[in-house]
């Protein structure tokens, strides 16, 4: 696996890197995949969604998002930045599967990839450390990230940062689904343990993280905002560090914490899509909002925004 997290690295590393140089190395192994380029003000981005056919139709269907503002921030700074693991994780992932499925290995599921390619992104000021800014904002990014066909979602993003979560690796958050913050999934916990060898990490979230930005509240980062725009459980897998990070920040990509993360999220789509995994308890969700009703709200930009 540490083949693809090179090849995606070396990929969106480059200063030409593109939609194109992606689904090239995707149609490699027989993957459909979409480009859609979109500009506005700030620069233009390639959103690439991609899907990895699963051996039964009605099986469950993994999300896999790898979510950032942008893979570089050229000309003020040179090479991949902290925040391109999103999209270098989410690459990788792909690569690796579609390589799975081509020697016979199919999952029961279908993976659905997308994350988007942007080398010459804008930073914006953020405290403790500079946010990486986009050419396009969150809203955008879910429309041409998530997919209704996504029972469960994995939203990858770097979430180095700050000073909540301090240690190298990669952790995961609580399930968020429909404004609700739920208990962290034992299936996942377990996976987290397999596929590292290690206790697992959580990432500790607030109320303000799950909603959508613009509401000129505090968010982590961007690693919650996939949960805004549907109604499937959304889990986060942050790669993170000892020490805050800004997003565009250089020489922070920790090739061995992506292999792990990117290890976590090909172990969840096996074991999700054949139904060996769940992202929540269905049973004391129904009885959460039988009990207080609807968090729905938290979805949406509020009363007054």
């Not at 997308?114 to 080398?119: G, K, L």
């Not at 959508?212 to 805004?228: E, F, K, R």
């Amino acid at each position: 696996m540490f083949d693809k997290i090179q090849q995606a690295y070396d990929i969106l590393s480059r200063p030409d890197a593109d939609g194109e140089l992606v689904r090239d190395a995707l149609e490699t192994y027989g993957l459909d995949t979409e480009v859609t380029t979109i500009s506005t003000d700030e620069g233009s981005t390639d959103f690439v969604k991609t899907v990895v056919p699963g051996a039964d139709p009605d099986a469950p269907t993994l999300g896999v998002i790898g979510r950032l503002g942008g893979v570089a921030a050229r000309p003020a700074e040179l090479g991949p930045v902290s925040d391109a693991d999103g999209a270098i994780v989410a690459l990788a992932v792909a690569l690796h599967l579609g390589e799975m499925r081509a020697r016979g290995d199919v999952l029961a599921g279908d993976v659905r990839i997308a994350t988007h390619v942007c080398p010459d992104a804008p930073t914006s000021p953020h405290d403790p450390v500079p946010f990486m800014g986009s050419p396009v904002d969150t809203s955008t990014m879910n429309e041409h990230e998530v997919d209704e066909e996504m029972d469960a979602v994995v939203s990858v993003d770097a979430t180095k940062g700050n000073r909540v979560h301090c240690e190298r690796g990669f952790a995961i958050t609580p399930t968020v689904k429909e404004g609700w913050v739920l208990k962290v999934s034992d299936s996942l916990l377990d996976i987290q343990e397999r596929s590292t060898g290690r206790p697992p990490s959580t990432l500790t979230l607030t109320m303000q993280d799950i909603t959508p930005y613009g509401n000129d509240v505090h968010h982590i980062n961007s690693i919650l905002q996939p949960a805004t725009a549907t109604d499937a459980p959304v889990v986060g897998v942050a790669t993170t560090s000892v020490s805050p990070v800004p997003g565009c920040g250089t020489g922070a990509n920790y090739l061995t914490d992506l292999l792990d993360a990117t290890g976590f999220v090909v172990e969840t789509a096996k074991d999700f899509t054949r139904g060996r995994a769940s992202f929540y308890d269905e049973t004391e969700y129904d009885r959460l909002t039988s009990l207080y009703g609807s968090m729905g709200r938290l979805q949406t930009l509020g009363e007054g925004v």
